[in-house]
């Protein structure tokens, strides 16, 4: 029997270890900006955010542009802000 793992339990083993030490970090913490223009014929709105804490999310590797809206209206996607 060998004690080298295959690809996939290496897959396994991984995401089982990333869920393990996600649960100890704290929440991600998101900077929100909404910002309504409004002309003479038109409005829009632009929303974005900006990670500010990565909390959990670090441990995925994961950044803002991947994380999924909760957003209620009808408008495009958040947009990643940068500093």
């Given at each position: 029997?060998?004690?080298?793992?295959?690809?996939?339990?290496?897959?396994?083993?991984?995401?089982?270890?990333?869920?393990?030490?996600?649960?100890?970090?704290?929440?991600?913490?998101?900077?929100?900006?909404?910002?309504e223009t409004?002309?003479?014929?038109?409005?829009?709105?632009?929303?974005?955010?900006?990670?500010?804490?990565?909390?959990?999310?670090?441990?995925?590797?994961?950044?803002?542009?991947?994380?999924?809206?909760?957003?209620?209206?009808?408008?495009?996607?958040?947009?990643?802000?940068?500093?």
């Open positions: 029997m060998s004690n080298r793992m295959s690809d996939d339990d290496k897959r396994v083993y991984d995401m089982v270890v990333r869920r393990f030490l996600a649960i100890f970090h704290p929440e991600a913490q998101f900077e929100n900006t909404r910002v409004l002309s003479s014929h038109t409005s829009s709105a632009t929303r974005g955010k900006l990670l500010v804490v990565p909390g959990w999310r670090g441990v995925y590797g994961e950044t803002p542009a991947e994380a999924k809206s909760d957003s209620d209206e009808d408008e495009a996607t958040d947009q990643q802000l940068r500093a």
